[in-house]
């Protein structure tokens, strides 16, 4: 019967350990980079089609008139203090314009007709702003002078 047998130094040792650490945070660091890839997959929403654009305003509870405009315009590259605002707001409800920057977009603009305190007046909008299909960002507002606002999609 033969018998291996090995030494390891201490130095060797220590960089065994140090590779293995290595290794692992790596793949630690890998995975939940995909898993969050996949998460984000899971919340695209797809508004190819008028329908689909409606259907997605009627799911936030959105009220509105069917006749839709349609406008492209330019992300900036770099974002001004207006911008940056309007960023926060797409990063509260799982937006982020940052990967767009210097992009056209399409905004298509809903009248909403069922705004709390707005009933029968024409001042209130939803915008969808749609990059190749999908939905990166939106908001609700109102153009009005005297109480004029912006908010998230979702209705409050």
Same mark, same amino acid.
């Given at each position: +019967?033969? +018998?291996?047998? @090995? ?6 040792? %220590? ?17 939940? *980079? ?29 009220? %509105? ?8 315009v330019?992300? =900036?590259?770099? @974002? ?6 309007? *960023? ?6 799982? @937006?982020?314009?940052? =990967? ?19 009933? *029968?007046?024409?001042c209130? %909008? ?6 190749? *299909? ?14 004029g @606002? ?7």
């Amino acid at each position: +019967m033969k +018998m291996l047998t @090995f030494r390891l130094k201490p130095k060797t040792l %220590f960089g065994l350990i140090l590779v293995l650490t290595g290794v692992v945070v790596i793949i630690v660091t890998f995975a939940s *980079n995909h898993i969050g890839s996949s998460e984000a997959a899971a919340n695209t929403v797809t508004l190819e089609t008028n329908a689909q654009r409606e259907e997605y305003l009627t799911s936030l509870g959105w009220e %509105f008139n069917t006749d839709c405009t349609e406008k492209q315009v330019r992300i =900036p590259s770099e @974002f001004n203090d207006t911008y940056r605002r309007y *960023n926060e707001i797409q990063l509260s409800q799982g @937006f982020d314009l940052e =990967p767009y920057k210097g992009l056209e977009v399409t905004v298509y603009t809903y009248e909403i007709t069922n705004y709390a305190g707005y009933e *029968n007046r024409d001042c209130v %909008f939803a915008n969808l702003l749609v990059y190749e *299909n999908t939905l990166i960002g939106g908001d609700v507002c109102s153009t009005s002078v005297s109480d004029g @606002f912006m908010q998230t999609l979702q209705k409050q």
